[in-house]
């Protein structure tokens, strides 16, 4: 049966103890916790398929090439901060979203800055981009100068944008954004900001080989958790 809930609301949490008896009530281990105690949920208006359904019709959108490979687990949990090695996603029977655990591949940022300088992240800037600093600036700039700084703030922007979906991310309901998926057009799932959205697109059988190869510009400015699973699925 699925999970009803009700309207958005975020209550503050407390104590780890609160929070485990959500997390355990979430996954069936539990009695839901009562009203006088304070967790952190959020309660979503609508209807949601049972866990079992909603793996199993992930599970059918999956790339044939991933098949045994990639696996939907953890129903009913979330992305906490204390917990952010939790995940749903895992590759090789290895969580490949435990951002605590060295050993992984994929590259997660602790600072707007690390972002700026990371080398392997190239902003592509415009002439409408300079011409916004030309304007910016009210004074006679060189050129060389008024490209410097149009990349300086496209780095910065990209920059805020990258940490605000890795913060997403740590704070995601995987439920609530697998269902959004499922009832999601697959062209705005890849172009979306949020990163489980572009995960779960990725890795869809719907997605073609020539759309993915297409892509690789596009994905040069994703998070490299995104990356990951885009050249995953290229079969790098």
Request: aromatic share 8%.
């Amino acid at each position: 049966m699925g999970i009803k809930f009700a309207k958005i609301v975020e209550i503050y949490v407390e104590s780890r103890k609160r929070r485990q008896e959500n997390e355990d009530w979430m996954n069936g281990e539990g009695d839901q916790p009562g009203a006088n105690k304070p967790f952190l949920f959020f309660y979503m208006e609508g209807d949601y398929m049972s866990w079992s359904k909603l793996k199993q019709q992930l599970e059918g959108f999956l790339s044939p090439a991933l098949n045994g490979r990639v696996e939907y687990r953890a129903p009913g949990y979330r992305y906490l901060p204390d917990k952010s090695g939790i995940c749903y996603i895992s590759v090789d029977k290895k969580n490949v979203l435990n951002m605590s655990d060295k050993t992984n591949p994929i590259r997660w940022y602790q600072t707007e800055l690390e972002i700026k300088n990371d080398p392997d992240i190239q902003i592509p800037i415009t002439s409408d981009d300079i011409e916004a600093v030309r304007q910016a600036t009210k004074g006679p700039v060189p050129e060389d100068r008024l490209i410097v700084m149009a990349r300086s703030r496209k780095s910065t922007e990209h920059a805020k944008e990258l940490m605000s979906a890795q913060a997403a991310l740590t704070k995601s309901n995987f439920i609530v954004v697998a269902n959004k998926f499922l009832t999601t057009p697959i062209e705005d799932s890849l172009e979306s900001k949020d990163m489980v959205l572009n995960i779960l697109a990725l890795l869809d059988r719907r997605v073609g080989k020539k759309r993915i190869l297409s892509m690789s510009e596009m994905m040069q400015l994703k998070h490299p958790v995104v990356q990951y699973f885009y050249e995953l699925r290229r079969g790098k």
